[in-house]
């Protein structure tokens, strides 16, 4: 499945039917009246959030959603049918922004959430409802109120409890492919994971969701690399898993560069919770791991977990300490109220 967390839609809700001119034409009663009946109301654009995607790709393709309009009253006081809703289905986590991308109008952060954004048009009146004392037969008619439209854009922000950052090649995917059941690519280069990653961790008798998104070198926030456009879908989680690769010729350097390009991104991430290990120890001897990790720990001020992706030293610890800050389970990305599992996260 291709991945796809941005798209501009255009959306459009239905004009009210228009009303009815009828009157009374039935044998051995004089002087009827009106009985034209209203026009019915216009279809909704209705945006819904459910379980089970994770990409806005559908929206490539099908880029307008136009809701019908109203039927027409009729006589003998017959109201025209309403338009059928336009029910438009979106990933949790999916904020629905105005076209200039400057106001969010809607966030989608749990299944089932349901908003009625573009109101249908209320039907005209039929000639029926004009009749006074003073005008006992009425010829004008309402012709539907008009519904309204607007382009917007779709922006999906995963929502995960645990998110990776770090450099490229620091050891993120082999990390998330360790701990979760995600089949992240990992190779020999820069950059191969071009989209995010989800997976869900089973640690502990606990489960949380892990996110992994594409490294982050020097310049992202300008645009150098991929840039810093997936940052976006981490900033709902609860805690960051800092990873530092043990083989950089600076480790401190790599930490102040990831931590420059996620304040220059703004959003809050800078202060959330960071858990700071330095992975690929087992390239490495017991002296150069000391030292590396008391430069990466003056560093960045918080204790530095050695650890090992690939051969599975001490991911046990992290994991303890991504626990430790993503709290109780109840109320976790994932479960429902009662602590069961409310979303099932499959890797993309």
């Given at each position: 499945m291709?991945?796809?967390d941005?798209?501009?839609i255009?959306?459009?809700?239905?004009?009210?039917g228009?009303?009815?001119?009828?009157?009374?034409?039935?044998?051995?009663?004089?002087y009827?009246?009106?009985?034209?009946?209203?026009g019915?109301?216009?279809g909704?654009?209705?945006?819904?959030?459910v379980?089970?995607?994770?990409?806005?790709?559908?929206?490539r393709?099908?880029q307008h959603f136009?809701?019908?309009?109203?039927?027409?009253?009729s006589?003998?006081n017959?109201?025209?049918?309403?338009?059928?809703?336009?029910?438009?289905?979106?990933p949790?986590?999916?904020?629905v922004?105005s076209?200039?991308?400057?106001?969010?109008l809607?966030?989608?952060?749990?299944?089932?959430e349901?908003?009625?954004?573009?109101?249908?048009?209320?039907?005209?009146?039929?000639?029926?409802?004009?009749?006074?004392?003073?005008?006992?037969?009425p010829r004008?008619?309402?012709?539907?109120?008009?519904?309204e439209?607007?382009?917007?854009?779709?922006?999906?922000?995963?929502?995960a409890?645990?998110?990776?950052?770090?450099?490229?090649?620091?050891?993120?995917s082999t990390?998330?492919?360790?701990?979760t059941?995600?089949?992240a690519?990992?190779a020999?280069?820069?950059?191969?994971?071009?989209?995010?990653?989800?997976?869900?961790?089973?640690?502990?008798?606990?489960?949380?969701?892990?996110a992994?998104?594409?490294g982050?070198?020097?310049?992202a926030?300008?645009?150098?690399?991929?840039?810093?456009?997936?940052?976006?879908?981490?900033?709902?989680?609860?805690?960051?898993?800092?990873?530092?690769?043990?083989?950089?010729?600076?480790?401190?350097e790599?930490y102040?560069i990831?931590?420059?390009?996620?304040?220059?991104?703004?959003?809050?991430?800078?202060?959330?919770?960071?858990?700071?290990?330095?992975n690929?120890?087992?390239?490495?001897d017991?002296?150069?791991?000391?030292?590396?990790?008391?430069?990466?720990?003056e560093?960045?001020?918080?204790?530095v977990?050695?650890?090992?992706?690939?051969?599975?030293?001490g991911?046990?610890?992290?994991?303890?300490?991504l626990?430790?800050a993503?709290?109780?389970g109840?109320g976790?990305?994932?479960e429902?109220?009662?602590?069961e599992?409310?979303?099932e996260w499959?890797?993309?």
């Amino acid at each position: 499945m291709h991945f796809l967390d941005q798209a501009k839609i255009f959306v459009r809700s239905g004009a009210g039917g228009a009303g009815a001119v009828a009157f009374r034409r039935e044998k051995f009663i004089e002087y009827g009246g009106p009985n034209g009946g209203s026009g019915g109301k216009g279809g909704d654009i209705i945006f819904e959030a459910v379980a089970g995607l994770n990409t806005l790709i559908d929206f490539r393709y099908t880029q307008h959603f136009r809701a019908p309009r109203g039927a027409g009253g009729s006589g003998q006081n017959m109201t025209g049918a309403g338009g059928d809703d336009i029910i438009i289905r979106v990933p949790v986590g999916t904020q629905v922004l105005s076209e200039d991308k400057e106001q969010v109008l809607a966030d989608f952060t749990a299944p089932g959430e349901r908003v009625v954004f573009l109101r249908g048009g209320d039907g005209g009146r039929g000639n029926a409802s004009y009749k006074t004392s003073t005008n006992r037969t009425p010829r004008q008619h309402g012709t539907g109120w008009p519904g309204e439209e607007m382009w917007v854009w779709l922006r999906l922000k995963l929502l995960a409890d645990a998110g990776l950052v770090g450099m490229p090649n620091a050891g993120k995917s082999t990390f998330i492919n360790a701990v979760t059941n995600a089949q992240a690519k990992v190779a020999a280069y820069a950059f191969t994971t071009t989209r995010p990653q989800l997976g869900v961790v089973r640690h502990r008798q606990s489960e949380f969701v892990v996110a992994d998104i594409p490294g982050l070198i020097e310049g992202a926030a300008d645009g150098a690399g991929i840039g810093d456009r997936f940052l976006g879908h981490i900033e709902r989680c609860r805690v960051l898993l800092h990873l530092v690769d043990a083989n950089d010729k600076d480790v401190a350097e790599s930490y102040r560069i990831v931590r420059d390009e996620l304040e220059a991104y703004g959003g809050g991430l800078i202060d959330k919770p960071v858990v700071v290990a330095l992975n690929k120890i087992d390239t490495l001897d017991d002296e150069l791991i000391a030292a590396l990790s008391a430069e990466l720990e003056e560093a960045s001020g918080a204790e530095v977990i050695p650890i090992s992706g690939a051969a599975g030293t001490g991911v046990d610890w992290v994991l303890d300490k991504l626990l430790e800050a993503i709290g109780p389970g109840p109320g976790r990305v994932g479960e429902d109220d009662e602590g069961e599992d409310a979303i099932e996260w499959s890797p993309l």
